[in-house]
């Protein structure tokens, strides 16, 4: 099992900077996959960026160049620094933690956290 809590959404205007955060509550050594999904109203949840195979990353075409994945282990925790954001950044983002099985794969998501990029 994996809880992960989510901070830092809110309200900000077009071209500003938020950062999110997500806490584990096990070490992220153990978790193989860890990042951020979003969805916005009407659309599908997206993979936004991502650790993978330890240290690895993967971003969303749209995202790459503004937004910036990074972990602190000792704090279990996962960021997501987002600059130079745009309207169709507002979405709820979602933190998700991938834990391989003997057979399959668990996922494991937070609460989420709304981020609105409004003038």
């Known amino acids: 099992q994996v809880q992960l809590v989510e901070s830092g959404g809110g309200l900000v205007q077009p071209g500003g900077s938020l950062r999110l955060s997500c806490a584990a509550s096990?070490?992220?050594?153990?978790?193989?996959?860890m990042g951020w999904y979003r969805q916005a109203p009407g659309k599908e949840r997206e993979l936004v960026a991502q650790?993978?195979?330890?240290?690895?990353?993967n971003y969303a075409d749209s995202v790459k160049g503004r937004f910036t994945i990074s972990r602190d282990n000792a704090k279990n925790t996962v960021y997501l620094q987002m600059n130079s954001l745009k309207p169709e950044d507002t979405a709820v983002y979602y933190c998700?933690?991938?834990?391989?099985?003997?057979?399959?794969?668990?996922?494991?998501w937070g609460q989420g956290t709304q981020v609105t990029v409004s003038s």
């Open positions: 650790f993978t195979s330890g240290s690895t990353s």
């Open positions: 096990r070490s992220i050594f153990s978790i193989n996959a």
């Open positions: 998700n933690a991938v834990v391989l099985a003997p057979v399959g794969s668990y996922d494991y």
